[in-house]
T-cell receptor, first 117, second 113 residues
Framework: GAVVSQHPSWVICKSGTSVKIECRSLDFQATTMFWYRQFPKQSLMLMATSNEGSKATYEQGVEKDKFLINHASLTLSTLTVTSAHPEDSSFYIC?????????????FGPGTRLTVT | GNSVTQMEGPVTLSEEAFLTINCTYTATGYPSLFWYVQYPGEGLQLLLKATKADDKGSNKGFEATYRKETTSFHLEKGSVQVSDSAVYFCALSFSGGYNKLIFGAGTRLAVHP
């Protein structure tokens, strides 16, 4: 149980275009999902926390208008990278949690590798 | 600020060798500490955790003890297997709010037969 999927697993897009990444909790409902970004040989950096039905909370330094997050249902959150540029190329990882009242555990997706040319 | 520092990898070991991956943290307050593992092509999985000083987390033969005096949470395993080859992440989190995780850089472990 507690499986999180991401789609696509990898994507290549041209500079200036937008790309959407989906994060789904397959066998549980997630009131909270997290989006991380990981550079090669570096930590996962939290970008934003998204709660179902409300606006995402972004970490300091993350551009809200560039990284649009939507958490429209209890099983789906999406991250849209708008007007992508080569510096946005990275590995994006989402995680999901059951509810604020459960343990600290987050369940992670396998990640999406974005390459902007 | 709050941060986690891990030893750099890759760590290369022979099967049945003893494993230690060092992890130290800087935190204001008393965080919970975690080890996550990422196998090739898969998402991060919680390996073990400890929520207060002197707690020992253990799972699948791995252990780590929360040492407040040295602000450390080193991961150990007495005899590694090839199937343990993965990337290991140390992380911390505070209770309350949405339990945001702060990760170390990750340490890649390669175990050879």
């Amino acid at each position: 149980g507690a499986v999180v999927s991401q789609h696509p697993s990898w994507v290549i897009c041209k500079s200036g275009t937008s790309v959407k990444i989906e994060c789904r909790s397959l066998d549980f409902q997630a009131t909270t999902m997290f989006w991380y970004r990981q550079f090669p040989k570096q930590s996962l950096m939290l970008m934003a926390t998204s709660n179902e039905g409300s606006k995402a909370t972004y970490e300091q330094g993350v551009e809200k208008d560039k990284f649009l997050i939507n958490h429209a249902s209890l099983t789906l959150s999406t991250l849209t990278v708008t007007s992508a540029h080569p510096e946005d190329s990275s590995f994006y990882i989402c995680s999901a949690r059951y509810s604020p009242g459960r343990s600290y555990e987050q369940y992670f997706g396998p990640g999406t590798r974005l390459t902007v040319t | 600020g709050n941060s986690v520092t891990q030893m750099e990898g890759p760590v290369t070991l022979s099967e049945e060798a003893f494993l230690t991956i060092n992890c130290t943290y800087t935190a204001t307050g008393y965080p919970s500490l975690f080890w996550y593992v990422q196998y090739p092509g898969e998402g991060l999985q919680l390996l073990l955790k400890a929520t207060k000083a002197d707690d020992k987390g253990s799972n699948k033969g791995f252990e780590a003890t929360y040492r407040k005096e040295t602000t450390s949470f080193h991961l150990e395993k007495g005899s590694v297997q090839v199937s343990d080859s993965a990337v290991y992440f140390c992380a911390l989190s505070f209770s309350g709010g949405y339990n945001k995780l702060i990760f170390g850089a990750g340490t890649r472990l390669a175990v050879h037969p």
